[in-house]
């Protein structure tokens, strides 16, 4: 519901202002979040919309950092490592300090299966942003990133660490749950999955790919089997 008002609000300033960048990238933001996590009624016409709106906010401002940034998240989400990369890095330029643009940059090399370039982005995300409202997404990604390279211990790491920046959020206990999976750790993998489903017992049931039908699966489904 969140998301369909703050999409409803960029819809009314892009019709109160159509030269102003800001709206069309942060509705591309949006509906990339919503393609991420599977939201979208329509995940093709959502991906196809995010790209319209990054390339159209890129149009009217090219020296905003946020413009760059939405595309790249865009370009992610369709594929293009051609284009996303070099538009997170353009976001970063423009905009060193930002804690957000870093972690872009982060996950879309984690997109491409490029963990160990995508560490020290995630890296400079957390230093840039100790009190950034997602911190516990720097964290949570950085973990997936160990994860991917087998390296446990270091994710368990990552996955406390945003567990204990925001216990609530289901995803890192699910991940944790994965790690402790793989590591033959079964009373803990367990204890993580129970506290996964407590915190959302509406996706109980759901499988994996639905819960996240974008993501990096393969390390996830074996720990969790």
Not at 51 to 76: I, N, P, Q, S, V
Not at 85 to 95: F, R, S, T, Y
Request: aromatic content about 12%.
């Amino acid at each position: 519901q969140d998301v369909e008002e703050a999409l409803r609000l960029f819809d009314r300033a892009i019709q109160a202002d159509p030269k102003f960048a800001t709206p069309y990238s942060a509705r591309s933001f949006a509906l990339a979040q919503m393609f991420i996590q599977g939201n979208a009624d329509d995940l093709d016409a959502c991906g196809t919309q995010a790209m319209a709106d990054a390339e159209k906010a890129l149009t009217l401002d090219d020296r905003d950092g946020f413009c760059h940034y939405a595309l790249g998240r865009a370009c992610t989400l369709a594929g293009q490592v051609d284009r996303a990369i070099p538009a997170h890095e353009k976001a970063v330029e423009l905009q060193p300090n930002s804690a957000m643009f870093e972690y872009g940059l982060g996950f879309a090399l984690t997109w491409f299966k490029r963990p160990l370039e995508a560490i020290p982005h995630l890296d400079a995300a957390v230093r840039l942003g100790p009190h950034d409202p997602l911190l516990w997404a720097f964290y949570n990604l950085r973990g997936n990133c160990r994860l991917f390279l087998k390296q446990f211990g270091q994710a368990i790491t990552g996955y406390n660490l945003a567990i204990q920046f925001q216990g609530h959020q289901f995803y890192p206990h699910l991940y944790l749950a994965a790690t402790f999976g793989y590591l033959g750790q079964r009373s803990e993998a367990k204890e993580a999955y129970d506290r996964a489903y407590q915190l959302r017992p509406d996706l109980r049931g759901v499988s994996v790919r639905d819960l996240l039908p974008h993501a990096e699966l393969a390390e996830l489904e074996e720990g969790l089997r």
